[in-house]
Structure formats: structure tokens, C-alpha cells
């Protein structure tokens, strides 16, 4: 399985990611959760897709996830917002979030979210990722998106220095199932 994800700020990111992947190439065991041990299905083993990969391919059935770096201490989030696959040819099966500092969460330790995809049927669908950050987002929580997703406003007061809002990093996706 590949491990592809995007570690913003964080420089044991790539560490963290080779120990991981380590991890994952040599774990123990040979059982499967693969309906009758088929080592080739991806309904257990989704393929992981580089959160840069825009156009991605897949067949009826298979998932695949997308990895992206979050950090809730710093109000950095990520959330799947409009426009929304066409669940007629891809379906979403959640997200989930992996804490950096393993089983034991540490004030301002970031991690992995995760989101999972599954094509259902023949055709072509889009969908976007939303990237916020304290100063791209107002409103929003770690499940909530916030209510724009334009521009923050600008900090105002004496000490303040005008500077230009940046709007929310805003990725979209286009899969094709054949």
C-alpha cells in the first residue's frame, strides 16, 4: 500500500510518515479482512492518492484515500465541501483522524485525517477539499466548515498592520470510474 499525504509545518513530517510506512511494510501477520483472501481487492486496503493527484481513475468498487496534514491547536482544518461527489459514481466512507503523538494526545500535536472514497458506478464526478487555517477561516470548527469560504477579515486595531486576506486553499477533484 502507498502512503501519500501532505505535511504542512513539520519538519519529523517526513519521519513520522518513513516510520509509518515501515511500519505498514513490515507488519506481522498474514491474515486478511479481504473477502476470501483476495490480496488484490481494495475494499480493506484502499490506494492512497497524493492530495496533489487532481485526476484520479478507479473501477466500481474500489476506494481510495486521501491524506492530508491537521492540527487542531493551531485551527487548522480540512473538510469535504460543495461541490460534493455525484454518489450515483463515487461515495464517501468517512474520515478519520490519526494523532501524531500516537495513542496519547499532546497539547498542539498535529496528525493525519484521512478520507476514504469508494466508486460505486460508471462516469465522471467532481469534489473539492477545503483547506482552512486561523487566519483563511472564521466560523468553523474540526467538523464544521465555516459558513464562507471567502477571505478572513482583516485584523483591525492600533498594532495591527494591514495586510491583504488570504482566501481558504480550495483543491478539486476529478474522478473518472470506468
Known sequence: M???SIFRGSRGGAALAATALLALATGCGSGTDDPAGDPTSTTSH????SVKDTSITAKPGERFTLT???NASTREYWYLVDPKPDTSVLVSRGRHYASDSGDEPMPGAGGRLTFTFEAKGK???RFTLLHCTFSTCQGNT???PPATTGPS???TGAAATPSPS???ERITYTVTVD
Open 142 to 144: 474540526s467538523t464544521l
Open 46 to 49: 484502499p490506494a492512497s492518492h
Open 68 to 70: 492530508v496534514h491537521q
Open 153 to 155: 477579515a482583516t485584523p
Open 166 to 168: 488570504q482566501a481558504p
Open 123 to 125: 462516469g465522471t464526478t
Open 2 to 4: 502507498r502512503t501519500a
